[in-house]
């Protein structure tokens, strides 16, 4: 195929070969999809109808399961219908529309990042806690980082899908991947989509760092705290982001980082599954498991809607 305007559709990864493993994966996917939707949709209905939980570490948490929750509904449905239908195909708009989504979604770097300002100002500096993180900072804040994911995939449509594609139109990953596609790409054509990637990477590699900088002043205070219940209420309230910042930048690091040149598909896939689907399936679990406000508050939402239903 000569270039970007005779393709119709793309060709994703097959996860397996016979109809009775595809419809496994169906099921398996089917499974981690469900879950997602369930803890990310009960965090969100607890934190919104609670109006105790309305304080800004539980605002931006709410936004990361909104975040979650677009992630993996772009790139899991199509992969099930495929393995239900047993086929491969997605068209030329579509493959276009999950790019764009990941990336939009893919604004978790930045609101991680003011997750973890916020644990900082929370434990090293909790008497101006509610001066520089009141209402108006906390919105401007959720709005720069839904911004950065927008401008992000505005851009890369506009590179990716203006690119010629000279090879064949088979996508190495179970949703339409970038590094997947700039394989397809001409060898002149695609330096402008590097250059934008190498540029969120960097952008990904500041957040990375200022989120181990905040670390590294959260610990240190914590360690001074005298109290070993005041302690291990501050790592409770630290760990599970740092869990899910780690799985998330890790993989979608070494996706982005990783050289053309090495082909090694079982490693790419896997390691989507880590960064697209495996955070947004624990992100609820690694959260409400650890926080008694947020069971607290799931009690009294599935008390309170058990009671009216009686």
């Known amino acids: 195929m000569s270039n970007h305007s005779s393709i119709t559709q793309f060709l994703l990864l097959a996860f397996a070969n016979t109809q009775e493993l595809q419809l496994l994966h169906f099921w398996l996917f089917l499974g981690i999809y469900l879950a997602a939707l369930l803890g990310n949709g009960l965090t969100i209905t607890a934190i919104a109808c609670n109006h105790h939980l309305h304080t800004p570490m539980y605002f931006f948490l709410l936004n990361l399961s909104l975040l979650h929750l677009g992630f ?184 982005y980082l990783k050289p053309p040149s090495i082909p090694s598909p079982s490693l790419d896939l896997v390691v989507a599954l880590l960064y697209s689907v495996v955070p947004p399936a624990v992100n609820a679990l690694l959260y409400s498991m650890r926080n008694q406000e947020l069971q607290d508050a799931l009690k009294k939402l599935i008390q309170s809607v058990v009671f009216q239903k009686k």
């Open 72 to 255: 993996i509904s772009t790139t899991v449905p199509k992969a099930m219908a495929n393995s239900l239908r047993d086929t491969r195909a997605i068209s030329f708009f579509g493959c276009a529309a999950q790019v764009f989504f990941v990336f939009l979604f893919g604004a978790e770097y930045s609101l991680l990042t003011i997750m973890a300002y916020d644990c900082y100002i929370a434990i090293c500096k909790p008497l101006h806690y509610g001066t520089l993180l009141d209402s108006r900072p906390c919105l401007k804040m959720a709005a720069a980082a839904w911004g950065s994911g927008f401008l992000s995939a505005v851009l890369h449509i506009a590179n990716t899908f203006s690119l010629s594609l000279c090879q064949d139109n088979a996508v190495d990953q179970f949703f339409c991947e970038i590094p997947q596609i700039l394989k397809l790409a001409c060898s002149d054509a695609y330096l402008r989509e590097v250059g934008l990637l190498l540029f969120c990477v960097c952008l990904a590699v500041g957040c990375f760092v200022s989120i181990v900088l905040s670390y590294v002043q959260i610990f240190r205070a914590v360690l001074r705290i005298p109290s070993e219940q005041g302690r291990h209420k501050a790592f409770s309230m630290c760990l599970p982001h740092l869990a899910v910042v780690s799985l998330f930048i890790n993989t979608g690091m070494i996706a």
